[in-house]
Structures are given as structure tokens and as C-alpha cells.
């Protein structure tokens, strides 16, 4: 199988102080970042884009940038963000009409291509990616904000991917925490957002260890 890698979304983080606040994570033994990108269209929020990410990225030297861009044409930031230094745009496949042409553009700019679905959105529609894709992303919030309920509904999407492809890289997001991280592991995902669960948490590291723990078991 593959191993498992937790990313903390930094959505519910005090944003005032990104940079910090990232390092207390990175400190704490996360293996990458997880920053949300909301346009206000693809979604009912809003927070921030390539400029943020240019300025973040020199602060976190070797840290590794998820970008879960939760954008209508997602097409067009591509090169910003790849000039910004992110190193996998994951991208909704409900946000564009062509899948394809969005992971090659994210490839030939020399990023990881993800690739993301919304709880309503049947799991099968993923199947033609799989192949181009560096990993998939399974929403289990609807998106837009963080703090929300874990959606188990979501969890036999992730089981079908598991069964499909063994050593596809398998991501979770949403209301996972160490309530939830069970149900995740159990069917086989390996890349762990966690956002609320670990901001808030007064042991960041114990947090971080333990949900790895528990996916690697
Ligand atoms: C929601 C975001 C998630 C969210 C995760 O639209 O994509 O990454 O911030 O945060 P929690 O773990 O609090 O649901
Ligand atoms: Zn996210």
C-alpha cells in the first residue's frame, strides 16, 4: 500500500499570522501543507491566491504546497501558482470541461496534478485520470469551509479507489480528525487533510503521530 502522509489545511488557522502558523505545523511533524484557494465562485468563500502563496514560500524552505484550488476555471492559475512555488495543484473536476488539458498544463509547469470530487459527485467519473493523476482528492465536507461535519458517505468512494488502485495516492478532506480518522484508514486512504482537528489541538505532534499511527496500522 502507500504510506501515509498528513497535510493540515491551514483554512481555520489564524491567517494574520500564515507563516507562523505553518511552521508550528511543519515543527510538528506534518509531511505537507494542505492551502485552501476558494474564489468566491466555485464556492461561497473566499480567501487567497498565488500572491500569498509567492510570499509563504520562501519562509518554508523544502516545505511541500498543496494547492486545493476550489476555483471555477482552474486553468487559469496554473502558471501563477507554479511561479508562486507550489508543488501540486489539485484542481475539482466539477470546475472544468476538460480534465486532461487542465493535468497537462499543471504537469508541463512543473507541478504534481491532484484532482478532486464533491460529495454528490459519483466516484467513477475519476476512473479515465487515475492514470495522468499524482493523487485524488475525496471531499468529505461539502467545500467552503472548515469545522465542518465528516460526510462517511463518502467513505465507499475511497474503498472503490482503494480496491481499484493499489498504490494510487488516496487523499481525504473534510471533518477528518481523530474521530473520524479511523473510518479513513479503514478504507485506505493515505494522504490525511485535517484542518480544524489540528489547529485547534494543544498537541499538534501527538495529533500529527497519532492519525499516522492509526493509517499505517
Ligand atoms: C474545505 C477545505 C478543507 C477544510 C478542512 O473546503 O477544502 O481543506 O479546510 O478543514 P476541516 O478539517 O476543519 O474540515
Ligand atoms: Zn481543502
Not at 124 to 148: A, E, K, R, S
Amino acid at each position: 500500500g502507500c504510506t501515509c502522509s498528513i497535510g493540515p489545511s491551514i483554512l481555520n488557522a489564524d491567517l494574520s499570522n500564515l507563516a507562523a502558523e505553518c511552521e508550528e505545523l511543519v515543527n510538528a511533524g506534518c509531511d505537507y501543507l494542505h492551502l485552501d484557494v476558494m474564489d468566491g465562485s466555485f464556492v461561497p468563500n473566499l480567501t487567497f491566491g498565488h500572491p500569498v502563496v509567492k510570499c509563504l514560500r520562501p519562509k518554508l524552505p523544502g516545505v511541500f504546497f498543496e494547492m486545493h484550488m476550489m476555483v471555477v476555471e482552474p486553468e487559469k492559475w496554473i502558471e501563477p501558482m507554479a511561479d508562486a512555488g507550489a508543488n501540486m495543484y489539485t484542481f475539482h473536476y466539477e470546475a472544468t470541461d476538460d480534465p486532461k488539458e487542465c493535468i497537462r498544463k499543471i504537469r508541463e509547469a512543473g507541478m504534481k496534478a491532484g484532482m478532486s470530487i464533491n460529495p454528490p459527485t459519483q466516484v467513477d467519473v475519476l476512473v479515465p485520470y487515475v492514470d495522468l493523476l499524482d493523487c485524488v482528492l475525496i471531499m468529505t465536507v461539502h467545500p467552503g469551509f472548515g469545522g465542518q461535519k465528516f460526510i462517511s458517505d463518502c467513505m465507499p468512494k475511497v474503498e472503490f479507489l482503494r480496491n481499484k488502485y493499489k498504490s494510487l495516492d488516496i487523499g481525504v478532506d473534510g471533518g477528518v480528525g481523530p474521530n473520524t480518522i479511523q473510518e479513513c484508514a479503514d478504507a485506505g486512504a493515505n494522504l490525511i487533510v485535517s484542518g480544524s482537528a489540528l489547529i485547534r489541538s494543544n498537541n499538534k505532534k501527538q495529533s500529527i503521530h497519532d492519525m499516522r499511527a492509526i493509517v499505517n496500522s
